[in-house]
């Protein structure tokens, strides 16, 4: 089974340091989902690079190892869409063990708990339902926008300990605690962690299938839609021009948003084709079917120009991170690792696609924390339609 996280202790009694729980970067709102299709994962088999990649980083002997974990992860996207609609305001949230491959589904209604069950999930009962937890995430996002406490880098609801966790910069426990007190929400699902990281935004340097942005900096193409594709809000504000890597095709960039969030959408012109297509930086490319999106968890890989192709599981959903620039709010925590250059680039769970890169902390070298922008708040916000095959 998969090692649970550290929960950190409530407001109401110390702070358990987490160590290098590292968090970072820019979101987007957090409604909406997916517009494009949910599809199940397509009917070819996952690509190899993508198979290797998993291997390497998810700790796997083979690859067979981890097709299983792609078929179980499928069956648990399925499974968990089934629930979210079935149980409604009982909801509390779910949660993929990567070892298991066990689904775990959180209700407020014991009474659910065999509907959960029967439907080959193993059901949870907590206090606290997702819709609870995301009420006391926009107090939290309200009052920070307006009183932004020094030294807190971000926060969001967490399934498996059934709270929301702040996260501070070691030391800065006090600050958490004002930020409760002064949101007015229940400290008792509240639960305080301490890292040393500092999240900043991932731009200006090659990422994914890089770009140019306005002739001189470069970002990563997130995934190709009607007409253009999507990237981090961050790496260019409307209006701003961009072009390919080796200047044949050009666009414009025509919606941004940062911060609070960190979604663009990039209108390409004739000589730039959109495809359905990610690039895994090992020869190859992973094919696009869906935009499924997948529980706390669950594998994902990430692509990006300075870094190549990266897996590693989600962490947590409705993540707020507070930036240099302003906070960002909606993004997805993964244990995955990026660079400055790899911002935009492309965030998939197999052949369904999970968003684009915003920020974070830490390296390759090191390991880190990293942010995604889920992409369907981008898709419903930009009107836009998601290419797959």
Same mark, same amino acid.
């Given at each position: 089974m998969r090692e649970p996280p550290v929960v950190p202790r409530s407001l109401?009694?110390?702070?358990?340091?987490l160590g290098l729980v590292a968090t970072g970067l820019v979101?987007?709102?957090?409604?909406?989902?997916?517009?494009?299709?949910?599809?199940?994962?397509?009917?070819?088999?996952? @690509?190899?690079?993508?198979?290797?990649? $998993?291997?390497?980083?998810?700790?796997?002997?083979?690859?067979?190892?981890?097709r299983q974990r792609l078929d179980q992860e499928a069956e648990a996207r399925s499974?968990? %869409?089934?629930?979210?609609?079935?149980?409604?305001? @009982?909801w509390g949230g779910s949660y993929f063990d990567g070892d298991s491959g066990e689904l775990t589904v959180t209700v407020t209604d014991e009474s659910a708990t065999d509907d959960i069950a029967a439907a080959g999930a193993t059901p949870r009962t907590v206090e606290y339902s997702e819709a609870e937890l995301d009420a006391i995430v926009s107090d939290l996002n309200a009052q920070g926008a307006k009183d @932004?406490?020094?030294?807190?880098?971000?926060?969001?609801?967490?399934?498996? %300990?059934?709270?929301?966790?702040?996260?501070?910069?070691?030391?800065?426990?006090?600050?958490?605690?004002?930020?409760?007190?002064? &949101?007015?929400v229940d400290s008792?699902?509240?639960?305080?962690?301490?890292?040393?990281?500092?999240?900043?935004?991932?731009?200006?340097?090659?990422?994914?299938? %890089?770009?140019?942005i306005? !002739? %001189? !900096?470069?970002?990563?193409?997130?995934?190709?839609?009607?007409?253009?594709?999507?990237?981090a809000g961050h790496c260019g504000s409307a209006g701003t021009s961009v072009a390919s890597a080796d200047g044949t095709g050009t666009g414009t960039v025509?919606?941004?948003?940062?911060? !609070?969030? #960190? $979604?663009?959408?990039?209108?390409?012109d004739a000589n730039w084709t959109p495809t359905p297509t990610v690039n895994?930086?090992?020869?190859?490319?992973?094919?696009? &079917?869906?935009?499924?999106?997948?529980?706390?968890?669950?594998?994902?890989?990430?692509?990006?120009?300075?870094?190549?192709?990266?897996?590693?599981?989600?962490? &947590?959903?409705?993540?707020?991170?507070?930036?240099?620039?302003?906070?960002?709010?909606?993004?997805?925590?993964? #244990?995955?690792?990026?660079?400055p250059g790899d911002s935009g680039g492309s965030w998939l769970t197999d052949d369904q696609a999970q968003g684009v890169t915003s920020g974070g902390s830490g390296n390759c070298v090191f390991g880190g924390t990293t942010y995604f922008q889920p992409l369907g708040p981008i898709l419903e916000e930009f009107g836009l339609t998601l290419l797959t095959s």
């Open positions: 109401g009694s110390s702070v358990l340091v979101a987007a709102t957090s409604s909406g989902a997916a517009s494009a299709a949910e599809t199940p994962r397509g009917q070819d088999p996952p @690509a190899r690079e993508l198979l290797t990649a $998993m291997e390497r980083d998810l700790g796997l002997s083979t690859a067979s190892d981890a499974t968990d %869409s089934e629930l979210r609609a079935e149980l409604g305001d @009982a @932004a406490k020094d030294g807190v880098t971000g926060w969001y609801p967490d399934s498996e %300990s059934n709270s929301v966790v702040v996260e501070v910069r070691n030391g800065h426990e006090d600050a958490a605690e004002e930020l409760v007190a002064d &949101a007015g008792a699902a509240v639960r305080v962690a301490q890292t040393d990281a500092e999240p900043r935004p991932y731009a200006d340097i090659v990422g994914g299938e %890089s770009y140019e306005g !002739g %001189s !900096g470069l970002c990563s193409i997130g995934f190709a839609v009607e007409g253009g594709f999507v990237t025509a919606g941004s948003q940062f911060p !609070g969030a #960190d $979604m663009g959408h990039v209108e390409a895994d930086h090992q020869g190859g490319t992973v094919t696009v &079917a869906g935009s499924q999106e997948s529980p706390e968890g669950a594998s994902v890989c990430r692509s990006g120009a300075t870094t190549g192709f990266h897996c590693g599981e989600i962490q &947590a959903k409705g993540r707020t991170v507070v930036y240099p620039e302003g906070q960002v709010r909606g993004l997805t925590q993964t #244990d995955v690792c990026a660079e």
